[in-house]
């Protein structure tokens, strides 16, 4: 059956960052979704323009309500509305969960292995609490790129996530670090990237599987991590991505 639009309920709002805020909607005839997907909202303006974005789950599979993490894009036509203007008790048009590709099921057993810019942490976060709530036991790492410590995403849970998954977040700030920050700073550039990854296949032993990639953030970004990898050898069949722009 051909999927429909329907009128979602926004039930909570968890500001994330100064620009950002995860919004928790009740669907109608929900029964979850599969990791990384995506649901597209539309809104419609009173003289009936209409327009509609997608945006990343990062609720688990299994959560029986559908969360996605919103970034404010000033000249956005949905963002905006979406970050500054909605509140629990308005009401969204939806239609979802959409993807087919950039999506991670229960059943794989190869490890996990993630890099995200900025919002593009969100379907990745679904993917850490969908594993979680399997019991899947494939090691997952997860490099997170991010402008400065207060627009981390899931700042309170983050690292508790990753390590009830079984793995571990690393995470690259770009512009400004917390006091007494060990990491390295500075934009990630193909050599970081590939001393990262190459870490997490040393530690994973001679012998283990190839890991699945899964990237998410803006298009350079997603572009320059991607390449990096190839360069490195890895085989392009195991990297997925997912990439955003203006919203």
Not at 64 to 80: I, N, R
Not at 161 to 188: C, F, K, M, N
Not at 233 to 240: K, L, N, Q, S
Request: aromatic share 8%.
């Amino acid at each position: 059956m051909p999927m429909k639009w329907e009128v979602a309920d926004v039930v909570a709002i968890h500001e994330e960052t100064p620009t950002a805020r995860t919004l928790m909607l009740r669907i109608p005839g929900w029964a979850g979704a599969l990791a990384g997907q995506h649901i597209d909202i539309r809104l419609t303006a009173p003289d009936g323009y209409q327009a509609a974005r997608s945006y990343s789950l990062s609720s688990a599979a299994s959560d029986e309500l559908a969360a996605v993490s919103v970034e404010l894009m000033p000249d956005g036509e949905v963002s905006p509305y979406l970050v500054r203007g909605i509140s629990v008790g308005d009401q969204l048009e939806v239609i979802g969960p959409l993807g087919g590709w950039f999506v991670w099921r229960p059943e794989q057993q190869e490890p996990i292995r993630m890099i995200g810019g900025g919002s593009g942490v969100a379907p990745l976060v679904s993917i850490l609490r969908t594993h979680i709530a399997s019991g899947n036991t494939a090691p997952v790492s997860l490099l997170y790129s991010v402008r400065s410590p207060e627009f981390v995403y899931f700042r309170d849970e983050l690292e508790s996530l990753t390590a009830s998954a079984g793995g571990e977040v690393t995470i690259q700030y770009t512009r400004h670090a917390p006091p007494a920050w060990q990491g390295t700073l500075g934009r990630l550039d193909a050599a970081r990237i590939t001393e990262w990854a190459d870490a997490g296949t040393a530690a994973s032993g001679a012998g283990a599987a190839a890991p699945s990639t899964y990237i998410c953030g803006p298009t350079r970004f997603v572009e320059l991590a991607s390449d990096a990898l190839v360069a490195s050898g890895v085989d392009p069949m195991t990297i997925r991505t997912e990439r955003f722009g203006g919203a």
